[in-house]
């Protein structure tokens, strides 16, 4: 059931709790990043504290927003202290409120109010230059607490990331005629029409939203609008090399299999079967085949379909394992496979998984319709790309794939330069964040 806390009421009940910082810097340009997701979450630790540190190399002072499931039940003090020290050393303060889930529309209007109400506040004491809202909830939560700020407000950063309404679309968990799509996309057309920049992940979501962006990086209003795509910080990859190969392929009993990777969930956009299918052919076509599947997921979610298309045990290893790890694990695949479901929503994605798997030289095995992955792939040379999920489309992905293996360490070097030029944390993620922050700033609206 829905909280009976009021707003005020519940921002009362974490006193001690939520961190405000006293201090004013003096000239110090000063954001709030808002973000409907917890602390912990993997997203904020790899999408969204990366880029924080990134802003704050600026000078740029961050207060961080989430929203937390039972933060009493899940935090001690000790933890929360411990969390906000380490956040403070960086330069970012962190802040949290109460995220309430069911029911589930009534609940999320309940955290949209408590959200503009603590932006609010927080405007007003710390004089804040922006909001910076991580999707279209976080957004409306800045979006309310501007319009009682009047004209001193701090400029609104949308960072829309992907399409949020037509994802719930394309998911299935909501219809196109139905009163909570129609209301979201009103919320939307407010926020495009009263926000002061904007974040797309792709160029073909900057196409569609804002054409006339693409020459000049202003919309028609004179707003900035950036391209960042789901960067990772190259340096972590630097852990997969020879020599970590040769170990981890040692320890996994694989020197002599052909190993294709796989990182990430299965199910919903995900596609599991295809995967498992294309594993299959894969292992008809060489016989020392080897899927290494990195995944969140239940491992007998892939582990049935893998042995339906005639894998075995010992050519399989499914394992979850921390992000940290990642490198190390990739560092023994020999190419990797990313395969998603091609829906209107997906051209504004950006898997991070793709990312990685070029950070480690790994050539890919994408498929069409996500993002601008299909125009990547082809122009650097660094995969193959599936038209379908035919068997027919596997097959000729083999044998693409088998012909830029032939030069393996070019391919190696371009799916590394390649991940330089488009997914790099710092030159690519944070130089179009601060880019962005200081064109915000300059007034260009």
Known sequence: EMSSESPKSSLRLF?????????????????????????????????????????????????????????????????????????????????????????????????????????????????????????????????????????????????IRGFFPEEYVDAGIWRKDSKVFRAVKKVEKWLLRDADGFVTLTEKGREILFTESKETGLDLQNRPVEVIPCCVDLDKFKLANAESRKEMRRKLRIEDRFVVAYVGSFGGFYMTEETAEFYGTLKERKKNAFALILTQSDPQIIKEPLEKYGLRQEDYFIRKVSPSEIPVYLSAADAAVSLIKPCYSKLASSPTKNAEYLACGLPVVVNDGIGD?????????????????????????????????????????????????????????????????????????
Request: glycine fraction near 6%; hydrophobic fraction near 35%; charged fraction near 30%.
């Open 373 to 445: 992955t299909t125009e990547l792939t082809l122009r650097d040379k660094t995969g193959t790309v599936l038209k379908d999920f035919s068997r027919e489309s596997c097959e000729v992905a083999i044998d693409e794939l088998d012909a830029l293996l032939l030069q393996k360490s070019e391919l190696a070097e371009r799916c590394k330069k390649s991940a330089r030029e488009h997914f790099d944390l710092d030159c690519v993620g944070g130089d179009r964040y601060r880019r962005i922050y200081k064109r915000m700033l300059e007034g260009n609206r």
């Open 15 to 159: 006193k001690g709790l939520v961190f405000v910082s006293s201090q004013t810097e003096g000239g110090m340009t000063k954001t709030l990043y808002l973000c409907y997701f917890g602390l912990r979450q993997p997203l904020v630790q790899t999408q969204v504290l990366p880029y924080l540190r990134e802003i704050v190399k600026d000078g740029i002072k961050v207060h961080l927003l989430t929203f937390e499931q039972s933060p009493k039940e899940n935090w001690t003090t000790e933890d929360i202290e411990l969390e906000r020290k380490k956040l403070a050393s960086e330069n970012i303060e962190w802040h949290f409120l109460t995220y309430h889930k069911t029911p589930s529309v009534p609940a999320t209007v309940f955290d949209v109010l408590n959200g503009a109400r603590f932006a609010r506040n927080l405007a007003k004491k710390e004089q804040l230059d922006i909001f910076h809202g991580r999707v279209h909830i976080p957004t409306m939560m800045a979006w309310l607490a501007n319009k009682t700020l009047g004209k001193n407000r701090p400029k609104l950063l949308f960072d």
